[in-house]
């Protein structure tokens, strides 16, 4: 992988490297977790060598594979053959010449065709790209007054310049990923992409990573009790 930054405007719609769509926050969540969970089970290593340290430290293993699966883990990645969604437990695979739109609902939507010639797209949502509802409902209705109504005050500021853009009016980081990702579809497209059926992968990794000290913990608390 090449790079873990988000595409910027102005560059190629149909990428030559891969390159990975994620918000930074899940980065943050998940190593402020590392650091958490490592702190208490050196603690526990050194002081709490009994059936509740025992309990406490598989606990936090349980926890931190969750984390692993449901914050750093998920991405999408876009390459010149088409775009992955690396969601927790799955990754979905989709060949550009597939995919019919990029939006944002409540994640980033990766619309595609089922199989050829269907008249029916199916929708893959990410975990990675989501959006506060909150911020984009009201997003949405500062939008639709605009729309509405167009006063000179509202573009234009003192002495006849633009007015700032507030921080209610710049779009979401998912939303700006979104339509960058829309963007190399719809090229791609234009390209003439091969299209192809969706491939989907189990993540064993993650799925070790949560069972196993859950079992773990099982056991402690029903047998070695």
Avoid at 60 to 66: A, Q, S
Avoid at 75 to 96: C, E, K, M, Q, Y
Avoid at 107 to 120: F, W
Avoid at 162 to 175: H, I
Wanted: hydrophobic share 45%; proline share 5%; with cysteine.
């Amino acid at each position: 992988m090449t790079s873990d930054q988000a595409a910027v405007p102005g560059q190629d719609a149909a990428p030559a490297q891969e390159k990975m769509y994620r918000l930074p926050g899940a980065v943050f969540a998940w190593w402020a977790w590392v650091v958490f969970a490592a702190a208490n089970l050196i603690d526990l290593a050194v002081q709490g060598r009994n059936h509740t340290a025992a309990e406490i430290a598989a606990t936090l293993l349980v926890i931190t594979g969750l984390v692993y699966a449901c914050a750093l883990r998920p991405r999408i990645i876009a390459d010149s053959g088409g775009i992955t969604v690396v969601n927790p437990l799955r990754d979905h695979r989709v060949p550009w010449g597939s995919v019919s739109g990029v939006d944002l609902g409540e994640s980033v939507q990766v619309h595609y065709m089922r199989e050829d010639g269907a008249k029916r797209e199916k929708v893959i949502h990410s975990w990675a790209l989501y959006a506060r509802r909150r911020n984009r409902l009201r997003s949405e209705l500062m939008q639709s007054g605009r729309s509405r109504r167009r006063l000179p005050y509202t573009s234009l500021g003192s002495y006849g310049q633009p007015a700032p853009q507030s921080n209610a009016d710049k779009p979401s980081a998912a939303k700006v990923m979104a339509a960058q990702l829309d963007e190399q579809a719809r090229t791609a497209r234009e390209q003439g992409a091969d299209a192809g059926a969706r491939v989907v992968h189990w993540a064993w990794v993650p799925i070790t990573a949560t069972l196993a000290p859950a079992i773990l913990l099982v056991l402690i608390v029903t047998v070695f009790h």
